[in-house]
């Protein structure tokens, strides 16, 4: 075993020789910013070795470097191997962020119509002559109070060993909680006396990076509590392939278990803002993409990622929250939606919802962008989906001083054609650290705006300009001089980054034309096209069809939504009808 300190906090881990900074960093519980999955791409998980002997292929990884930096004992975690005991100082830029978490969704009307209910009831006792069985009393009772037909209802074992103590200990007054489930009604809970207003519901966006929660009132249909923090799973890696493979070489239990508790950690924000007992809680709804509920679930998600992509399951789910350690009541809902495939799973079908789509004539095209992007096409008849790889540089990897929208990221900017001087926003307003999605859309515009760059994405080396530079034989246009950012370098973006950024930017818009010439249709036949999400929500709409992002089609004509899949899951918790 070899024992690494990270600096500065002074926290040891031992670990066994061989192991990658990385892993100690994880067991550890350091999340460190892993964009490309640990694969030696992205150079973001940057560290530095104060003292002790470890392996790095500074040949093959330097030019994520400069020479003083690897002087300073500068690596990557990912590729740097243990050898001996370790000191190894971790950079606030390479830890893990908070995020700008898009917790807003479509601003809809929902009918109200949630699957669960509470009944009170003051029952009769016993008695010789009306030697009735406790649970016909409860049940017709609760029939008699507006309730389902008593015959409907179904009680699971672990209720039904509590009811005679709760009815005579209350002196037969209690409050029953039912739930609309597949073929007929269950009776979840039963309180003694009157707790029918305590009744409450959380709506979940899981998605592969951060976890959004809608926390409900189901007696007054009013939203009581929001909150979001990351996915807890980031830190077994960034994308969904990276943390199949995690859990085909560590085991599953460890996704599932950072799955629940993300959402775990999200419901108690939100309800201890609220001031609700978690006991209250009586149904969760969970969208997500189909890996991520496979994983939330427990389900082996492997199959999915390898010919012909098969996952367990794509019907919706539902099965008691205490079977996968939600922090709510144990006998409460959990429903997992449906997916139509491996790669289109629940957070899409949660955005049609959202959009309403499905429910007009008009042909609307609804796009959804990550590191993975969905795109649906279609209308109330007929609808055609695919996704693909839409790969991580419009989520800040793959492209030098990309990065998630952290504080410091550049979201905006625009370029001055004469000068070439860009002005730029940041995120929270501090200095700048790198670029985000958004802002790379923007960036792209307006070099291409101001022929810094041409089509193929070429920088234009003949202008004369001390940002447009050549550095190592790869042109590079600067944004940011190193005196005005948070760090030691002039944050640039090179042709190379360039180059990522138009595979993925012509990945997104093939799916669009791909799917109309699958239907049939042009451009010119799309009602709206919908963008779902972190990413769509904050991108410049005229720059995403400059660079050739969407098809072309006029900017009234596209909608952002916000937060789909959270929508999608708080119109399935208030109207399952």
Not at 199 to 223: I, M, Q
Request: charged share 20%; glycine share 10%.
């Amino acid at each position: 075993m070899r024992t690494v300190t990270f600096l500065p906090g002074y926290r040891k881990i031992d670990i066994v020789r061989g192991s990658t900074i990385l892993d100690a960093a994880q067991k550890a519980g350091l999340n460190i910013n892993v964009v490309c999955g640990g694969l030696g791409k992205c150079g973001k998980c940057i560290v530095y070795v104060q003292s002790g002997k470890t392996t790095f292929d500074r040949q093959k990884y330097g030019r994520f470097f400069t020479e003083d930096e690897l002087a300073r004992g500068a690596c990557l975690a990912c590729e740097t191997t243990i050898e001996g005991d370790l000191q190894v100082f971790i950079p606030e830029s390479t830890l893990i962020q908070e995020q700008k978490i898009l917790i807003d969704g479509k601003d809809t009307a929902i009918d109200f119509h949630p699957s669960v209910k509470k009944y009170y009831v003051e029952l009769q006792p016993p008695t010789l002559s009306d030697p009735s069985p406790d649970l016909t009393r409860l049940l017709w009772g609760i029939q008699k109070s507006g309730g389902p037909v008593a015959e409907k209802m179904y009680v699971p074992l672990e209720v039904l060993r509590e009811i005679p103590g709760i009815l005579r200990h209350a002196d037969w007054k209690s409050t029953g909680t039912i739930a609309l489930v597949p073929g007929g009604y269950r009776l979840v809970d039963l309180q003694e006396n009157d707790t029918s207003k305590r009744l409450y519901g959380a709506a979940v966006d899981l998605g592969s990076t951060t976890v959004v929660v809608y926390l409900w009132d189901l007696v007054s249909g009013k939203v009581a509590g929001i909150a979001s923090n990351y996915n807890r799973q980031i830190s077994c890696g960034e994308d969904i392939l990276a943390r199949v493979n995690f859990a085909r070489k560590n085991g599953l239990e460890k996704l599932q278990a950072l799955a629940t508790e993300s959402i775990n950690a999200a419901i108690t924000s939100a309800s201890n803002s609220a001031g609700i007992d978690r006991e209250d809680i009586y149904e969760v709804v969970v969208a997500g993409n189909t890996v991520m509920t496979h994983m939330l679930l427990g389900i082996d998600p492997a199959y999915m990622i390898a010919e012909p992509y098969v996952p367990v399951v794509r019907r919706a789910l539902s099965v008691a929250t205490g079977r996968i350690g939600l922090t709510c009541n144990k006998n409460g809902g959990l429903f997992v939606f449906p997916a139509v495939s491996d790669f289109i799973g629940g957070d899409i079908i949660a955005d049609i919802l959202a959009c309403g789509m499905s429910e007009r004539d008009e042909i609307s095209l609804l796009i959804d962008i990550g590191t993975n992007f969905e795109v649906v096409l279609g209308n109330n008849e007929w609808m055609f989906s695919c996704a693909g790889a839409a790969g991580p540089a419009l989520e800040g990897g793959e492209v030098l001083f990309g990065m998630r929208a952290n504080p410091g990221a550049i979201e905006k900017i625009t370029i001055e054609p004469q000068t070439l001087n860009p002005e730029y926003a940041t995120i929270n307003g501090i200095k700048p650290r790198g670029i985000c999605g958004s802002g790379l859309i923007d960036l792209l515009a307006e070099l291409l705006s101001t022929c810094v760059i041409d089509r193929t994405g070429r920088i234009n080396t003949g202008i004369t300009n001390p940002r447009v530079r050549t550095n190592g034989h790869v042109p590079e246009f600067v944004i940011a001089w190193a005196k005005e950012t948070d760090g030691e370098k002039d944050i640039v973006i090179t042709e190379n980054d360039i180059k990522n950024l138009i595979m993925s930017k012509a990945s997104v818009h093939a799916a669009c034309v791909t799917l109309m010439k699958q239907a049939g249709i042009s451009c010119h036949e799309i009602t709206t096209i919908y963008f779902s999400g972190a990413f769509g929500n904050y991108i410049n709409k005229k720059n995403a069809t400059i660079i050739g992002l969407i098809p072309e089609i006029e900017i009234e004509r596209i909608v952002n939504i916000g937060n789909g899949a959270v929508t999608g899951a708080n119109i399935a918790l208030i109207n399952r009808r």
